[in-house]
């Protein structure tokens, strides 16, 4: 690892000197190709917003198809989604910051943290670290949730013999920490509630500090704290189905999922404000809360290549980036065993909360038809939203695209060469070539 850390380290302190790149197509044509994406009948989507960076710099924004389809108000670049998964990167780049301040260690036992012992019980020897949550092999499960209200401790979820502990199903029986790969949600409910719990801050609060803020970020993980503005920019996410029951039907009509602002303004988790931070920190979703648009993600973007400055200052430092990126599982079988669950080819390796896209033939997770584009970042998927953000830091060049909706149901649709939707590989193919590729 220390070479990989090394060489992304080189290249992150590179800097920002070069010329100003051009469009591989021209912005009409490439808008007319991800138009036509979005307005397939076969595979319609309700909203779509794209950004991509060629060689440090946003060369294209993108944005198509209806942020609120019952007013019809059309999305643009301020259009922010909830991102789902995505934002486990970002709750990851905050945490990277308290490591930073040495608030927290990577490698410490998190009851250190908690106040209370967090073991697996069929591994009880075995302590549950900072690194294993972010990199998926804690052995923590979601088969019995990721998420509870005010009114829930998350020590009486994970502790044997809590009061919402059941029958233990958040706890793997086949491997103990450290040893397999299994994604996991529930990893950042705990680690949202480390958080808190060693800064004594809420969490929205708290992302808001340490990274959103900094940036000039617009949203964050509390749609409650918007201004005005920022709950009329923020998308409602859909999905076309028969209105009387679950069923996809791409003729049907187009079903708010989340944050239907039109109908009923965006409120707090009922009991937030008795809400003792550092007892439970799911209620804002570290795990897939975010909204935020497409062009404040290019913003991070450019952060993450230009070594962790924004607009010349310092948000993170250039060897934490180096880290968080670097491989620290890798998918292997020895003897006819695999060391962790790919979810059909999609994870073949991670960093530090974020995912890492090798860009081999046949693995499942290539972004591109045809490959070339090897990054690192995060997807996402929830309520409708399907998201990629991936970014080339050697090359520095990146993609990030946030789709608001689908027709279809995307497990039916999928792609050609990869784990990703039909839908999903054309955007990417379309995006890279026309944006991104030389």
């Not at 680690?191 to 964050?220: K, Q």
């Not at 934490?320 to 962790?340: C, S, V």
Request: charge should be neutral.
């Amino acid at each position: 690892m220390r070479s990989t850390h090394s060489a992304l380290l080189g290249a992150l302190i590179a800097g920002l000197m070069f010329a100003r790149p051009t469009l591989a197509a021209a912005p009409a044509d490439l808008d007319r190709s991800l138009a036509a994406i979005v307005a397939d009948p076969a595979r319609p989507l309700a909203s779509l917003a794209v950004l991509a960076v060629r060689d440090g710099r946003i060369v294209y924004e993108g944005q198509f198809g209806q942020a609120r389809i019952g007013t019809a108000k059309p999305v643009t670049a301020r259009t922010m989604f909830r991102i789902a998964s995505i934002s486990k990167m970002m709750t990851t780049l905050a945490l990277m910051k308290l490591v930073e301040d040495g608030a927290v260690r990577l490698d410490e036992d998190v009851g250190t943290y908690l106040g209370y012992p967090l073991r697996n019980p069929h591994f009880p020897d075995r302590p549950i670290t900072l690194r294993q949550l972010l990199t998926h092999t804690s052995s923590l499960r979601d088969d019995a949730g990721y998420s509870w209200g005010a009114d829930t401790a998350l020590k009486d979820v994970l502790v044997p013999g809590g009061a919402r502990y059941g029958t233990g199903a958040m706890w793997a029986r086949n491997a103990g920490p450290g040893r397999y790969f299994t994604y996991c949600n529930l990893g950042w409910g705990v680690i949202g509630t480390v958080m808190e719990r060693v800064t004594g801050e809420r969490f929205d609060r708290l992302m808001r500090r340490l990274l959103l803020d900094p940036m000039g970020l617009r949203g964050g993980y509390n749609p409650a704290a918007f201004t005005a503005d920022e709950v009329a920019d923020t998308a409602t996410l859909y999905r076309r189905r028969t209105t009387d029951t679950e069923v996809w039907n791409p003729a049907g009509p187009w079903i708010a999922q989340v944050d239907d602002y039109d109908t009923k303004a965006p409120a707090a988790p009922p009991g937030i404000e008795g809400d003792v931070p550092g007892t439970n920190g799911t209620l804002f979703s570290p795990t897939g809360g975010l909204r935020i648009s497409a062009h404040d993600l290019g913003k991070v973007m450019l952060m993450l290549i230009g070594g962790g400055i924004h607009e010349g200052r310092r948000i993170l430092r250039p060897e934490t980036i180096a880290l968080m990126f670097e491989e620290h599982w890798r998918y292997a079988a020895k003897d006819g065993q695999p060391n962790g669950d790919t979810l059909h080819g999609l994870y073949h390796s991670w960093g530090l909360g974020a995912q890492r896209f090798p860009d081999v033939d046949g693995a499942g997770n290539r972004l591109v038809e045809g490959g070339h584009f090897t990054a690192v970042g995060h997807l996402g998927e929830a309520y409708g939203l399907v998201g990629t953000f991936a970014v080339d830091l050697a090359h520095r060049n990146g993609i990030v695209s946030l789709i608001g909706g689908f027709g279809t149901d995307p497990e039916r649709d999928p792609g050609r060469y990869s784990a990703h939707t039909r839908a999903e590989e054309a955007i990417l193919t379309t995006l890279y070539r026309g944006a991104v590729a030389p």
